[in-house]
């Protein structure tokens, strides 16, 4: 404008103007006269215009009418170079703006007539042209006509006329458009009109338009109704008009005006009134055409589909609907319906390219497929366009498949313009490779079950660039190359899930910020206006409308597009279109995943995992997915869309083999290239996406750990994967390619996890619970196998426990709670370990991060942390053990000082250790256990020192390994020692504690419940230390009751000081008899079969080759310790107020030791009793001895009403000892006793010790080869503990006492012995020895007898008890005592030097003579002292002695020793020499009467052994010396009888002295009987004896003492006797001698008769020297009627028979008298 109006412009112009008029002057001079004089005037005319006016350019258009004409009539003249020049004028005049409305009207006229004559058709169009564009003065009808006139040029013949009109046509239409908008503009400032009536029906009432807008409207009008081939209302003068040039303004109108339509009512009106109708209409034939149909089906013959007309009405529905969809929302909806019609198969290929390019272009616009959501899908009864359109894709590319496309149906075989090239078959059987230069070069395309179609490049990503929607100049159908329809579809589907995806999850980021924001201003703490909140619910409520909108787009088009997806990834072979597919269905899960539809993005992700692995491959996961898919068709218009399959052929490059993770996996499997891609694919979803995945973590995961597997990945240290081999099958192949990305997949695998830690804690949970679910299925996959197991899930909850470290609460009990329920009980190893791998990696992590508060502030998590490995020891599994103990010696190491309140879980993991875990485990425990002792006790809280006494305990007892058992003991000292010196801090510690749980326990109600509980805290300390060694001591190993045995007694003896007094209470009771206790009752129940080894090759001693013998041990060793214990800490257990209980409770334990069938343990026992009896009773103040006790004690014992200060308490005095055992509690302040007490203890021992003796020594009553007899050292031991136990009962020892002793002291003595010990313990036969048991009785009884000597009158009276117990040990010289039914050996038969290993041992009885010859000196020397005493006198102890010395004197040779009946007669000579002169000064009290005839019976038997033995006649051996020094003893009591007793015969029973003068007189003869027997022929001669004998005899008999004629008649008596013996003697010696012959007559018979003969002729003698008054006259008779059997005799032939003869007849010669009368008359 400011170029045309410039003043030299205007100078130029009119310049111009002039020059043109001068022109047209010139030309037209000659012939049109008529347009010379216009133009000339015309010059002046503007001159003059130009000097009036200043504005020259507006006169010149008021003028222009004027001005103009010359130019128009020029026109007029037809002339060609008049016409140009005119026309040219013209239009500088109209370029210049000065041309009025009268004007424009005029030239149009001129133009109008010039077209008609068909004149410079160019040059008429350029002039319309400049005159509509320069200005708007052309209006209405003038308009009209010009746009006719346009269109009629365009109808010419002439081909460059008719496209230049073309174009003219449409920049006219466009200039009526702009006129429109520029009017809008102009407007926009003044008042808004009122809106036009909405139902108005009169089409053509535009009275409410301006000006343009009218003309616009008008123009518009009849375009369409030129299109419907109706007559025109506005463009009068149309001739003709196409239909394809119609629908070309008619879009290009719509596309680039659209403002005009939506802001004017009218235009709206037309659109719907007239455009879609027409649309409508015109695409009929379209929609009836059924390709392949022939016409006899239907009535009438369907029109075929024009393709221009077809095509153009695609163009205008695009843009209808991009533009005006809003307006025509109905109208739409059939549009779209066509659309998605036109897809079908039974279409023509154009057809459906078209159909497919128009949806394209709607695909990229994410809004307005949008809006067909809310408009259609989401209405009720509306139909579901968006799911349709998307569906219709979905099966058009099914379809391709399905169908072998060909190109449209009249393409020639070699298609021109197709980029494949060679037909379809040669293009099917050898896919996608193009012959060029001799290189092959794959294409990209799609296969699929054998249908091969190329991949074009249709399109740039995002734009709908249309080929065929373009090829506005074809008139015929185009051939479509093969693959475009395809490609097309392709990048359709691509574009819609890329613009819906870019838009919704914008929008949503648009809302979360928006709610962010929002929160964040409603959570400060200022009130809020009500205009803020206000603004919040809507916003929410927008959000709520929006998102429903998001939600239904997704739904309605996610199956179509799964299914399109799906098919065309499993048909792609080209890397880039996979990529895009993959794409997509990764944005799709994404999007389905934030807007929480479950479903969908399952589905989604379900086919990206089908992808990535081998097809047909069984994952039951993905399968229950697909199948719930596959079961819904979708239906598009009646015809169903099915979910195709994957097609098993796969034209993929193999690049890895491996084997398939199942349980019997059958074969390899082969991954792909492309499987690879899609496994990519899952892993940047899950990278990226994570947040949104949720449940579906669970099908990402198992393809992930499938892949993986086949792969063959294995999981390393910390959970990440590594290449590794295969365990068994074919190992995996992989080829370079997957090797090389193997690292990058590894990597990325961890990155997934890795980036858990940016979760948030829902989806957290999600991914935890899916590597919970996979771990499961895997773990059911490896039961009942000892096949390798897909350990993927395991590693990965342990790679993102440890990311999430911040947050591990939150994580740690499904996390943990998994890995120890499920995967650490696996039966398959590798599982299991790597469970536990997990888990104490986990542990060890969670520890040493540092948290925020740390641990130490944070003693809730930590105990959290420490939990699962305490857990881990419900598992029975050794190697799961291996890993939590290694776990506990890491954490030890690393984080041992600051465990804290952890301790008691790490030692409980200790402690869980059980004996029959294995070696290896044990060891590794205890290890852990020792550095906690050597570095750690000083760190733990003291509270937890109890748990380390229980867990080292617990080592103890364990049997695996014996060392460990004995090393724990050793830790158990450390521990005590370690108590000992840190006493009081543990002691400080513990009671603070105390207070506090004191105070909980009070607050709650309850009682405090700990062990031990009065005793203080520290005490409890140590009473479980002690409790814990008495375990020990129980343990069935020898060596550790050993070890814990000298421990547990070392410890009470080195630390016990520290102990509270009343805590000793707990050790006597509950520690150490209850110890006692177990320890007798293990005792008693041992086995007794026999232990070859020790274990190993250690060989047993046989004094411990049972476990009976063992334990016996472990007894001797307890007991001792207890006793010893007693012994030494008296002073600290006397004051406590029970002591005589425990003093009886353990008189009971020794009791049962001594009494046990152990020698070794009786005999222990006994020590021990030994040991408490030495204790030294304490004494008052007044009777302290100057000398300090036997025993030193520490504290100073006070007794008295004093205190004992060293105790820190106070002890009270009580009376009554009754009262004081009655309190057995100790709570009362303890007492110390007196001496009443002192001697209850005393007699309780008395009672314990007469009860093991009377039980030890008691016979048994029935007698086979185990009967148990004691030993002598037991005996022994047991009979010397009571002189020192007399000591102290000597005051009430009472006869009944004595009685029992009596019994225990017999019943000692008479025990045999072993023959296996006999030679140690016995003297040999001939050594008269004593065994110590022995010595010991004769002790206890000279302990007696002394004590009884100086005691009281009353304890005299024990004296004839002391004699009978000792001459019942008298009597064991000859009579052996019987011990019960037991045989035993008389000691020389005992085969004690050839000991059969395995017989039962014979018993040998002791030599008893030494002791019974021993007993019987002491029973002499007593009895020489108490012979007068009352007591002796009236027990009649003399009777009992000779009593018993007439046993072994009846013996005589018999005795077993011969020394002892010469000790008895050497003692009894020197008893009676005492006892007879007391018998006679008591003989009239009658005490001794019963005395004489057991005298006498003694020296009978003595004299005249009567004996049934063998030998009782004197030795064969025996010296001839021997035999009279014999002799002479005999002499020696014939003496005593005539000194000391028959002198006194007045004074002594006259039974008595008839039997001594029977006994004199048969000692006097030789011969005792009168019948000879074997055993009395070889009695020797005692000569001497039977002298002495008979003078004694004759002594008294004859002797004038006689006194009464009854003694006189028994001296009678006794000779006739003797004189009838020994005429029967001589008798039948002369018998003999007859008989015999020559044959000498046995010695004894010789013997014998010489004897008799010595003994009538002493005889004689003594008659003779006797008053003859004392013979009676019958005596000599018979003495004289000897001689005759004398002379008889002298026959015989032996000469001491004859010599003897000799001197019994040579007195015979005094009664040699003369006959007298007084004989014959005696005869008479």
Known sequence: MAGTSSPEAVKKLLENMQGDLRGLSLECRKKFPPVKEAAESGIIKVKTIAARNTDILAALKENSSEVVQPFLMGCGTKEPKITQLCLAAIQRLMSHEVVSEAAAGNIINMLWQLMENSLEELKLLQTVLVLLTTNTVVHD???????????????????????????????????????????????????????????????????????????????????????????????????????????????????????????????????????????????????????????????????????????????????????????????????????????????????????????????????????????????????????????????????????????????????????????????????????????????????????????????????????????????????????????????????LVRGITTMIEGELGEAETVIQTTAEATSLPAQSSEQDLQSVSDQSEKELVSRAVWEEMVNACWCGLLAALSLLLDASTDEAATENILKAELTMAALCGRLGLVTSRDAFITAICKGSLPPHY????????????????????????????????????????????????????????????????????????????????????????????????????????????????????????????????????????????????????????????????????????????????????????????????????????????????????????????????????????????????????????????????????????????????????????????????????????????????????????????????????????????????????????????????????????????????????????????????????????????????????????????????????????????????????????????????????????????????????????????????????????????????????????????????????????????????????????????????????????????????????????????????????????????????????????????????????????DEIEDLNLWWAAWNSWYRIGSESTRPPITCDKLTFIPSQPFLTALIQIFPALYQHIKTGFSMDDLQKLGVILHGAVSVPISSDASPFILPSYTEAVLTSLQEAVLTALDVLQKAICVGSEGMQIMYPAIFDQLLAFVEFSCKPPQYGQLETKHIANAKYNQIQLFAPAEWVALNYVPFAERSLEVVVDLYQKTACHKAVVTEKVLQNIIKTLRIPLSLKYSCPSESTWKLAVSSLLKVLSIGLPVARQHASSGKFDSMWPELANTFEDFLFTKSMFIFSTPPDNLSIQEFQKNESIDVEVVQLISTEILPYANFIPKEFVGQIMTMLNKGSIHSQSSSFTEAEIDIRMREEFSKVCFETLLQFSFSNKVTTPQEGYISRMALSVLLKRSQDVLHRYIEDERLSGKCPLPRQQVTEIIFVLKAVSTLIDSLKKTQPENVDSSTWAQVIALYPTLVECITCSSSEVCSALKEALVPFKDFMHPPAAKVQNGES
């Open 141 to 495: 009808e003038a308009l009209s006509k010009a746009i006719v006139l346009c269109f009629r040029l365009h109808f010419t013949k002439d081909n460059i006329t008719n496209n230049t009109a073309a174009a003219t046509v449409r920049q006219v239409v466009t200039v009526v458009f702009e006129r429109v908008v520029a009017e809008d503009e102009r407007c926009k400032d003044a008042i808004d009109q009122p809106a036009a009536v909405q139902g108005n029906s009169n089409r053509r009432s535009v009275s409410t338009l301006k000006p343009c807008a009218k003309d616009a409207y008008m123009l518009f009008q009849d375009l369409c109704q030129l299109v419907n081939a109706d007559a025109p209302y506005w463009l009068v003068g149309m001739t003709e008009m196409t239909r394809t040039f119609g629908l070309e303004l008619l879009e290009s109108v719509l596309n680039d005006f659209p403002q005009v339509f939506l802001q004017h009512q009218e235009f709206s009106f037309l659109l719907k009134e007239r455009v879609c109708p027409l649309v409508i209409k015109l695409f009929s034939p379209n929609i009836k055409f059924r390709q392949g149909s022939t016409t006899s089906s239907s009535p009438a013959p369907v029109e075929k589909p024009y393709f221009p007309i077809c095509m153009r009405l695609l163009r205008v529905v695009s843009v209808l609907i991009k533009q005006f969809y809003s307006l025509l929302v109905t109208e739409c909806e059939i549009f779209l319906s066509l659309l998605v019609k036109f897809l079908d198969a039974d279409k023509p290929q154009w057809l459906r390219a078209v159909a497919v390019e128009s949806i394209h272009r709607l695909c990229v616009q994410p809004q307005l497929l949008r809006s067909f959501c809310q408009s259609y899908d989401m209405k009720q009864h509306s139909t579901k366009v968006f799911r349709d359109i998307v569906n219709a894709l979905g099966s058009f590319i099914q379809s391709l498949f399905l169908v072998p496309s060909t190109g449209n149906t009249s393409a020639t075989p070699n298609q021109a313009g197709s980029n494949a090239s060679g037909n379809t078959g040669s293009a099917q059987t050898n896919p996608g490779v193009l012959g060029m230069g001799g290189g092959a070069t794959v294409l990209p395309a799609f296969e699929y079950r054998g249908t091969w179609i190329p991949i074009l490049n249709v399109t740039v990503q995002g734009s709908a660039k249309a080929t065929y929607l373009e090829m506005l100049d074809k008139v015929e159908p185009p051939t479509i190359p093969e693959g475009y329809a395809m490609s097309v579809a392709f990048h359709c589907l691509l574009d």
């Open 618 to 1233: 069984a994952l039951t996961v993905l399968n229950s997915t697909t199948a719930a898919l596959s079961s819904k068709s979708y239906s598009i218009q009646g015809q169903n869309v099915q979910m195709i399959s994957p097609s098993s052929e796969s034209h993929q490059q193999v690049v890895a083999v491996g084997q398939p993770l199942a349980l019997q996996p059958q074969g390899t499997v082969m991954l792909t290239s492309k499987n690879i891609q899609c496994m990519r694919t899952l892993l940047n979803l899950a990278h990226f996406h994570g947040a949104v995945l949720g449940t579906s973590w669970q099908l990402v995961l198992a393809t992930l750990q499938h892949l993986v597997w086949i792969l063959g990945l294995k999981p390393s240290v910390g959970g990440a994967l590594k290449p590794g081999r295969a365990v068994e099958g074919p190992s995996t192949v992989l080829t370079t390619a997957v090797m090389t990305d193997l690292p990058s997949i590894s990597s990325m695998i961890s990155k997934l996890f890795e980036n858990s830690q940016y979760l948030d804690d829902v989806s957290l949970h999600h991914l935890i619970n899916a590597l919970c679910s996979l771990s499961l299925e895997a773990m059911d996959m490896a039961y009942g196998n000892n096949k390798e197991p897909s350990l993927f899930a395991v590693a990965k909850l342990l790679e993102t426990g440890l990311v999430n470290m911040r947050r591990i609460e939150i994580l740690w009990r499904p996390l943990t709670g998994h890995l120890l329920e499920k995967v650490c009980q696996h039966p398959n190893s590798r599982m299991r370990e790597w469970g536990a791998e997990a888990l104490t990696s986990l542990i060890k992590a969670g520890l040493t991060f540092r948290h925020d508060p740390p641990l130490s502030q944070n003693q809730r998590l930590q105990l959290l942390l420490l939990n699962p490995l305490k857990e881990l020891s419900n598992i029975s599994h050794p190697d799961i053990r291996i890993k939590q103990l290694e776990c506990v010696l890491q954490i030890l190491q690393s984080q041992g000082d600051s465990l804290g309140p952890g301790w008691p879980l790490v030692l409980g993991v200790m402690g869980a250790i059980q004996s029959d875990q294995g070696e290896s485990l044990i060891r590794t425990a205890f290890q852990c256990l020792q550095l906690v002792v050597t570095d750690f006790l000083p760190t733990m809280p003291c509270t937890c020192l109890q748990i380390v006494v229980e867990v080292a305990g617990s080592f103890g007892l364990h049997n695996q390994e014996l060392n460990i058992s004995l090393t724990s003991i050793g830790l158990l000292w450390n521990i005590s020692d370690y108590f000992f010196q840190r006493g009081e801090i543990i002691e400080k510690e513990l009671n603070k504690e105390e207070a506090v749980l004191q105070k909980q326990a009070e607050e709650k109600g309850v009682l405090l419940n700990r062990p031990f509980h009065p005793a203080s805290p520290f005490d409890c300390l140590w009473l479980c230390l002690y409790a814990k060694l008495g375990e020990l001591c129980v343990d069935p190993r020898p060596a550790v009751r050993k070890s814990a045995g000298q421990t547990l007694f070392s410890t009470i003896g080195a630390h016990g000081t520290l102990l509270q007094h009343s805590t000793w209470h707990t050790v006597i009771w509950k520690v150490l008899f209850h110890l006692l206790d177990r320890v007798r009752e293990s005792s008693t129940t041992a086995d007794k079969e026999k232990i070859e080894s020790g274990g190993g090759n250690i060989l047993i001693h046989h004094s411990r080759d049972t476990a009976e013998k063992q334990w016996a041990e472990t007894w001797v060793l307890t007991l001792a310790g207890v006793a010893r214990i007693f012994n030494t800490r008296r002073y600290l257990l006397q004051p406590l107020g029970d002591f005589s209980q425990a003093w009886d409770v353990l008189l009971d334990h020794i009791q049962s030791a001594a009494l046990s069938k152990n020698n070794e343990v009786s005999l222990a026992a006994l020590k021990s009793f030994q040991e408490i009896l030495q204790i030294v009773s304490p004494v008052r103040d007044s009777e302290k001895p100057e000398t300090p006790p036997a025993i030193n004690v520490s504290v100073p014992l006070v007794v008295g009403t004093t205190t004992a200060t060293s105790l820190g308490r106070s002890f009270m005095r009580t009376d009554s000892i009754g009262e004081r055992i009655g309190r057995y509690n100790g709570s009362e302040p303890p007492v110390i006793t």
